[in-house]
């Protein structure tokens, strides 16, 4: 059975996030899509924006100031913007998926080193800028669906001090990534999945 429609959505909200420990914070939501059906055909792009924020955990700003991990008591509210453009085309058992990506960070909480000791661990906060781009096929062949996807990052970060080299977590990050599985439903109950992945890792001089 097929069916024909086109449609336009747009959709927005907002959070309000407070705390005794910083300012409160709003944060919006938004995104316009565009979907066509035309058979057995689907068609679908959306471009959407997304604000996120949250304090520092309590590890991050404690008073810890010796050992492997050192607190920093004057670390700010972590906030996160994104804006995203995606797409979405469906040909029957065959499915494409595509987004593109760039996200700021300000404040951004990670665990940070100085390449004279890098065993050990300041909190700081990070001004972070990351660009992305995921890709995802997959075809359905009877009970058994291939997948297959890329994923490109590339970040650039602000540490706000010269004697910051790296970052344990943020900054540890494959740059490419390939994965390759397959999902068999041999019937309603039972699911085998499989999966290979093949990642470059960005530089780092942990490594």
């Known amino acids: 059975m097929s069916s024909k429609g086109e449609a336009i959505t747009a959709r927005a909200g907002a959070?309000?996030?407070d705390s005794n420990?910083?300012?409160?914070?709003?944060s919006f939501i938004g995104d316009i899509s565009w979907k066509r059906i035309h058979g057995y055909k689907t068609e679908q792009i959306y471009i959407s924006y997304t604000?996120?924020?949250q304090v520092p955990g309590y590890t991050a700003i404690g008073a810890a100031q010796g050992g492997p991990f050192v607190s920093n008591s004057d670390l700010k509210r972590e906030s996160?913007?994104?804006?995203?453009?995606?797409?979405?085309i469906e040909r029957g058992a065959l499915k494409f998926e595509g987004a593109l990506f760039y996200r700021w960070d300000k404040d951004l909480v990670d665990w940070t080193y100085s390449n004279t000791d890098t065993f050990a661990r300041s909190a700081t906060g990070v001004d972070l800028e990351t660009f992305g781009l995921e890709l995802i096929c997959s075809k359905r062949f009877d009970t058994i669906e291939a997948i297959a996807s890329y994923t490109?990052?590339?970040?650039c970060e602000d540490y706000g001090n010269a004697a910051i080299?790296?970052?344990?977590?943020?900054?540890?990050?494959?740059?490419?990534?390939?994965?390759l599985g397959a999902i068999w439903r041999p019937n309603?109950?039972?699911?085998?999945?499989?999966d290979n992945e093949w990642r470059s890792q960005a530089e780092s001089a942990l490594r």
Do not use: C, M, P, W
Request: negative net charge; hydrophobic residues 35%.
């Open 15 to 17: 959070s309000y996030d």
């Open 21 to 26: 420990r910083d300012d409160s914070e709003i």
């Open 51 to 53: 604000e996120a924020t």
């Open 80 to 88: 996160s913007q994104n804006l995203e453009l995606g797409a979405q």
């Open 152 to 155: 490109y990052f590339d970040k």
């Open 165 to 179: 080299d790296g970052s344990f977590y943020a900054l540890n990050y494959a740059k490419h990534r390939v994965t």
């Open 188 to 194: 309603a109950v039972v699911e085998v999945r499989i």
